[in-house]
């Protein structure tokens, strides 16, 4: 706050350097206020010399005055005139008293034997005096203006600007942009404020940073701890397989038979979403990876029948052409989609081809209730679940069509999913 006094101090040294020279300005007439003071001495002398020289005013001065005046005889006419140039205009006494013209008359042996006149009625030196006001004045308010000009200046660059750069910078905070530090002008008054904003900025940098690195570790440890559940999984799938068909073999009861297969069944599942939660993970991680290679069409029927566990798919003549896609990652979509028919729909499975302008379009269409259509556009977001899926108590964590919609971003093609008699879900794949 002390630049601010000092600024308060010179706009007061300012205003009475202004003052003083609007005294100076408008005192520099006065002298012309005392000449009209004087023009009742002036129209004596004047007349008291006349009187002395009657008829002969020869010998009065007309540089000596510092006013035009005329001297009149007793009939009007003009015996002397101090400003020959004016002598074309007409003056009387009757013209002096209308325009208030100071006049004396003159006495010789007791006898008014004519009149003096003075041409100045004092309008001169008001005219003058209003304008040395003026200019006064106008001084005075353009100084009076620039220390405004300096004032609002000085308010602007320390008060106005650093509060709007603060301003700026707590909506970047809020933003989360932390890395652009607030920038703190010498002699500004809120330096301090400013610095402790700054530092408020860095701690929550910090806080970032520690909370990102603390989400990677957990997302890290969520992928290795999906990877490694895989391999028991995938040992209960091929123990429950060789026992069901050992009991087959030996022609056991059907019972335990149908309990090993529910076991495969229950370990497919916990396969399924595991595979899920892994690919999730990794796509947080930013190291979810996708090798496009060409490849023939005939690979969509070879992913098909893999998955296929309940042989409900049908499939439409496909065109033989090229594709350009990672077949793994290619299985895993159509793995979802056809696994999330089966848990909500258990219907028939349409497949159906056609090329559409640079794409293989593969749609796969089931018979069930179909998707809201204010849920079709959620479907597709993470651990979504609609109302007709938590209906149905069906198990899922909602990662499906949330992975499957992701893979086939990165390979450059699209999932829309749909309702069609119930839910279709059309995907364009990249021809070579």
Known sequence: ???????????????????????????????????????????????????????????????????????????????????????????????????????????????????????????????????????????????????AVIYGIYIKKNIIDPFHKMEQFAGKVAEGKLDEPLLIEKNNMFGAFSESFDIMREELSASKQRELALQKKERETVASLSHDLKTPVTGIKLTAELLKAKQEMKGDDGDIVDKLDNIYKKADEIDVLITDLFAS???????????????????????????????????????DVIINIDSKRMGQVIGNIVNNSYKYADTKIDVHYKIVDDFLEMSIKDFGPGVPEDEIALITNKFYRGKVQEESKAEGSGLGLYIANILMQKMNGEMIPSNDGGFKVTLLIPLS
């Open 1 to 147: 706050m002390r630049n601010y006094y000092k600024l308060l101090v010179s706009i007061l040294v300012i205003y009475i350097l202004a003052v003083g020279l609007f005294v100076f300005i408008s005192g520099r007439d006065m002298s012309k206020l005392q000449v009209n003071e004087d023009n009742v001495l002036i129209l004596n002398d004047i007349a008291k010399k006349a009187e002395e020289n009657w008829p002969d005013l020869s010998s009065i001065e007309s540089s000596k005055y510092a006013v035009d005046y005329v001297i009149l005889d007793q009939n009007g006419n003009v015996l002397k005139d101090s400003n020959s140039a004016s002598g074309d205009i007409r003056i009387s006494v009757e013209e002096a008293v209308k325009n208030r013209y100071p006049y004396a008359y003159i006495i010789v042996n007791n006898n008014v034997t004519g009149s003096v006149i003075l041409k100045d009625n004092g309008s001169s030196a008001i005219n003058s005096m209003r304008l040395a006001t003026t200019i006064g004045f106008a001084a005075t308010g353009l100084i009076l203006a620039a220390g």
């Open 281 to 319: 993970t990794l796509e947080d991680l930013g190291e979810f990876k996708v090798s496009c290679i060409d490849e023939p069409s005939s690979v969509l029927s070879d992913i098909l029948k893999k998955y296929d566990d309940k042989g409900l798919v049908v499939e439409d003549k496909r065109p």
